[in-house]
């Protein structure tokens, strides 16, 4: 089994050990070692590529980090735009791409 790079171990406390299967990818890593660790227990998939590196309930910081990795693109984004007719209340209204 793979040691756990010094870089990911930093990269991870800075986010409440949770991680991306792109940084772990970065680091060496591949989908058969993140699918093992998965099916061990080691690690849990708490989103699609998104892995918390520790087994167990999530702290509320882990699932605030989770939250935030996962947000929509801002309004400054060239490539989104609200669709027109955004209804006001609790619907969402549905995202149009360009």
């Not at 940084?23 to 998965?38: A, C, I, K, N, S």
């Not at 990795?69 to 955004?86: E, F, I, K, V």
């Amino acid at each position: 089994m793979p040691e756990q790079p010094p870089e990911l171990s930093d990269l991870a406390e800075r986010q409440q050990q949770i991680v991306t299967r792109t940084q772990l990818l970065g680091v060496g890593f591949d989908d058969m070692y993140l699918y093992r660790q998965t099916r061990r227990g080691l690690w849990q998939r708490v989103l699609p590529a998104t892995y918390a590196l520790v087994s167990g309930t999530l702290t509320d910081e882990q699932r605030a980090s989770r939250r935030h990795s996962t947000r929509a693109p801002t309004h400054s984004s060239p490539a989104w735009r609200p669709s027109s007719g955004t209804a006001s209340g609790t619907a969402r209204a549905p995202l149009t791409y360009t």
